[in-house]
């Protein structure tokens, strides 16, 4: 069973940072986009920023120029470098790894809170 290990989330104030981690497996890292989604009660879950194995990058509108996505390939490791944040980035950060015919993987969430 493939397994996604999050942690970083946390409270914090307006204009503060947080770094989000997502750890994976050597063989399901190295084939994998893996990105960050967010979701809030009652919404869909939607793609916050996704890097590609050729470390190819793309983002959301709402957080380009604060968040900054990079992956670590001697840790299987994908981070979310948050900084600039605001109310509305408060939300469940999901980590994903799209596989390709391999799968589709997410994690268990990770809460992060931004009071205003």
């Known amino acids: 069973q493939v397994q996604l290990v999050e942690s970083g989330g946390g409270l914090v104030q307006a204009g503060g940072s947080l770094k989000l981690s997502c750890s994976a497996s050597?063989?399901?890292?190295?084939?994998?986009?893996m990105g960050w989604y967010r979701q809030t009660p009652g919404k869909q879950r939607d793609l916050v920023a996704r890097?590609?194995?050729?470390?190819?990058?793309n983002y959301a509108d709402s957080v380009k120029g604060r968040f900054t996505i990079s992956r670590d390939y001697a840790n299987n490791t994908v981070y979310l470098q948050m900084n600039n944040l605001k109310p509305e980035d408060t939300a469940v950060y999901y980590c994903?790894?799209?596989?390709?015919?391999?799968?589709?993987?997410w994690g268990q969430g990770t809460q992060v809170t931004v009071s205003s």
């Open positions: 890097i590609t194995s050729g470390d190819s990058t």
């Open positions: 994903n790894a799209a596989a390709g015919r391999t799968g589709d993987f």
């Open positions: 050597k063989f399901i890292f190295r084939i994998s986009t």
